[in-house]
DNA sequence: CCACCTTTTGACCACGCGGTCAAAAGGTTG
DNA sequence: CAACCTTTTGACCGCGTGGTCAAAAGGTGG
């Protein structure tokens, strides 16, 4: 009557035994801490979203403060990865445009990241305070001077680049941070692709027309 | 040899003590909570920095919570106060301006606010969400047939009022709750004035220019 | 000055938290 | 199968936390 192979839990090797749990563990603990803060999440709630008893988690990260580092890790390669391809050489026509289409989209399908990020910057960047002053500051500088030899070459009006990015990111990214707000009072269960597309083509323009960049 | 009138405690009348230490307290759970969150500050640092005994805030204030919601509710005053004097009378040009202004001196002024409420929205505003709904709903789609009405004049070109206004919330937030990154950035220890001018500036344009609204 | 109310304060408590541990279970390798 | 390593798990712990309490101190009003 019962089957000759009882159901016990496939034979998996370790490596991906540990694969598996790690990404759950980051997954979960990414979820955890948009939604409540690092002191506001619990490592029993990140187990529990896991499927993990307690210890378990702790025994892949050292401590809460480890899977936090972790999780702010993966964030921070995914934001500056955005900047990375702003040239000089392209038309700020298309890569401004391009930018914005990138970082709104980032905003769509990664918000929890999003998240986590404004919070940690919100609270002074306690952790991360050192790749704010070393990789980003040098991704920023480099962008700022893209931008800069786009207004020498006449293709757009004389700006600040700095304040240009602040408000790129601010504009951007609240269509991840403050989506609950955009819900609220859109009256929306949850932002549609046309919110983000309407984001999308009110941010281009205003930028684009703004900085004198023409559209041909 | 020593003074006669022994330098004891001014007689002061309850009422006005009673006055300034809640004063006291809201102050210092303000910047607490802004510094490091709801679930990451603790009773006993907002006693500490208010300059009294742990009990003595629970004595004004029934819960941490109930001095959370009570911080909250000066703030939501606040950022709805900025929003008011949009008239559909007043030229966008003008009326947009004295906006951004108003807004990015808000964020220099009172930047834990502004940060206590990014917070508070960033987790799902848990406790605020119903004056999202209610008051804030209602300011806001006045405030979007405002800026409809603009439109139908042909004061300035059609747009999205409502994602005018999350970008027009996002950059001149970011002041306040990504000052930190932006001090780091530009390698300065305190934004200065003409940080704040700067992007005034650079956003009034963006967005007159951008909702073609004419400069004359 | 006295009875009364408000405010202040140190001591205290229950509870939830991050983290530990040792033993069991499961995978690996010859 | 046997010796060995990695993973899993329940039980446990110390500590910091929000909150309480009762007594003392201080202001108030007749």
């Not at 952790?127 to 500051?137: D, F, Q, S």
């Not at 207004?151 to 009006?157: L, N, R, S, T, V």
């Not at 990111?169 to 309407?198: G, I, P």
Request: proline share 5%.
């Amino acid at each position: 009557m019962a089957d000759k192979k009882t159901p016990k839990r496939a034979r998996r090797p370790l490596t991906e035994i540990r694969q598996d749990n790690i990404d759950q563990i980051l997954k979960a603990a990414e979820r955890q801490f948009a939604e409540t803060g690092f002191s506001g999440t619990t490592v029993a709630a990140i187990a529990d979203a896991a499927g993990l008893p307690k210890p378990n988690v702790l025994y892949y990260f050292k401590s809460k403060e480890g899977l936090y580092r972790a999780v702010l890790k993966r964030i921070l390669e995914l934001w500056m990865e955005a900047m990375h391809d702003l040239s000089a050489d392209d038309h700020p026509r298309e890569a401004l445009r391009d930018y914005i289409v990138r970082k709104i989209r980032q905003s769509r399908d990664y918000p929890d990241a999003s998240k986590i990020f404004a919070a940690e910057i919100l609270h002074g960047a306690p952790y991360i305070r050192a790749e704010l002053e070393g990789p980003l500051k040098v991704q920023f500088d480099d962008t700022v001077e893209v931008i800069r030899a786009w207004i020498a070459k006449g293709w757009m009006e004389p700006v600040s680049p700095e304040h240009l990015l602040f408000t790129l990111w601010a504009a951007t990214q609240s269509y991840a941070d403050f989506s609950l707000q955009m819900r609220v009072l859109l009256a929306r269960d949850e932002l549609r692709d046309d919110d983000f597309d309407n984001g999308i083509e009110l941010l281009t323009r205003l930028v684009l027309k703004g900085c004198g960049v023409k559209i041909v």
